[in-house]
Structure formats: structure tokens, C-alpha cells
């Protein structure tokens, strides 16, 4: 991975202004740069809405000030960008950690760390976000509570997914290629268990190429969803037909930042 150049946090916007803090995690291990961006456009009576997104640093170098002036002729969201304190696209190891969940197959965790990452992170991960970048991201302006939306793409759509079952922070969840084929499939069987959930989940897929070379092939969610409805679960499905697992990133965050702004 190449380092990545200037983005517009640093260039400047005409349309939103930007502002930048650090963390770390409780073990110091993962260290953390969000980018808040805020429109210039006044919020509306009831707050803007916001939209937080995983792997911040490359969802970051793919917004450009023609789409932020899109967005300001809706209704402009205020965007986070969680990512970590690093010039690359993204932070392999720290991701990995943070964004996935114990692995209830054990066959399939050791896997993980064979490829020199460790799992199982989210639960500190999810209290971080929840305890310390949301309050801080939000500080000081008008946030329409009710209109809190994650998105996360792979390990990050993952992590959407949990969160979705286990937080009531968000009221939208977007979980773009989600990577339930590497030992985490346990977390469909645990939306089939819900029979309640007042926020919107929107599961955004591309072909069935899987994430990696020898990985079990994507999940059909279409008959899922058809069964998640059925339970009163406020689920849709999105398919971008031909589109690989590397490509959902940029086409399912573009559609995202629509969503949240209409």
C-alpha cells in the first residue's frame, strides 16, 4: 500500500469545514484519527443528520468537494471518518483487530492469526466508538439523534452487522460485503433470533467473488432478508451485479453518503 496524498480535509471544502482529533485505545495498542466534517449549511430544526464511517483514512481520499457540493444541495450530513493515525489506506492489523468479533469457529480464527492479525476485538472496539468518538465527534453540534448512521465495508461491514444486534447508538446501519465467510457466519443465526429492532439495516452486496483466494464463497442474503422481514425487522437488500468485493467499497460508500443526505 502506498502512503495516501493530501486529501480534502486538507485541501479545503467550500461546503463543509473540517476538524481532526486522535485517540488511542485503552491498551494503547491502536492509536486513532477521526475527521469530523460539518456543513456550512445551517442544520435544520431538528439537527443534521451524521454518518459515521469505518476504515476513515481511505473513505476519506474518495470524497471530493463535486460530491460534498451534492450533498449540501439536500440535506448534508455531518461525516465522520474513523480511521487510524497512519498515511496508508488502511491500518491491517489494528482493522482487523477492531472489527471483528471472538470467532466462534476456532479453525477459522487460528486462520486469521496465522495471517499475522489477531481478532476479536469489537466489543472494546464498539466501546470506544460509543464512549469516545461519538461524544467527542458530536460536541458542541445540532445532531438529529435519530438520524445516527454506521457504515463499514468487509471487517468494517462486519462490524455493522454486530453492532446492529448489539447497540442501540444507531438508527441506520449500513453493512457493505460484509465478511461473514471468514468463521462469522454465527451472526445471520443471531438476526434470526432478534424479533425486535427499531433501527433500518441495509445490506449492500456485489457478485459472489469472495473476499479472498480459497474463501468460501458470500452468502445469498436475498432469502435472509425475505426472513428477517417476516420477523418485523426493518432490512433491505441492495445488489450491485458484477460489481468484486474491492469495488463495493467505493460504489456502496458513494450510495451511502446519498442515502444519509436525501
Known sequence: MAPLGPSIA???????????????????????????????????AQGYPIL????????LSRV??????????????VLVFVGYDTPLPFDLKARSFDYTPVARDAAEG????????????????????????????????????????????????????????????FS??????PSLGQGYQSLVDDIHAQTANPATLTLMVGSSQPARAGAPPAIDFSPQVEQWVKQGL???????????????????????LNAVSQ
Open 110 to 169: 487460528n486462520s486469521m492469526l496465522g495471517r499475522g492479525r489477531v481478532g476479536g476485538g469489537s466489543t472494546v472496539f464498539r466501546s470506544l466508538l460509543e464512549q469516545k468518538i461519538i461524544p467527542q465527534s458530536e460536541a458542541s453540534l445540532p445532531i438529529d439523534q435519530a438520524q445516527r448512521s454506521l457504515w463499514g465495508h468487509s471487517f468494517g461491514g462486519l462490524f455493522v452487522l454486530e453492532t446492529y444486534l448489539h447497540s442501540t447508538q
Open 64 to 77: 471530493s468537494d463535486a460530491q460534498l457540493r451534492s450533498l449540501n444541495e439536500k440535506n448534508p450530513a
Open 234 to 256: 426493518s432490512v433491505s437488500i441492495v445488489h450491485y451485479p458484477g460489481l468484486s468485493h474491492g469495488a463495493m467499497f467505493g460504489a456502496s460508500l458513494q450510495d451511502t
Open 10 to 44: 486538507d485541501t479545503g471544502s467550500q461546503y463543509y469545514t473540517f476538524r481532526v482529533f486522535k485517540l488511542a485505545s485503552v491498551d494503547t495498542q491502536r492509536h486513532y484519527k477521526v475527521w469530523v466534517a460539518v456543513p456550512k449549511k445551517p442544520a435544520p
Open 172 to 177: 441506520h446501519y449500513f453493512s457493505a460485503s
Open 52 to 59: 459515521y464511517m469505518l476504515d476513515g483514512n481511505s473513505s
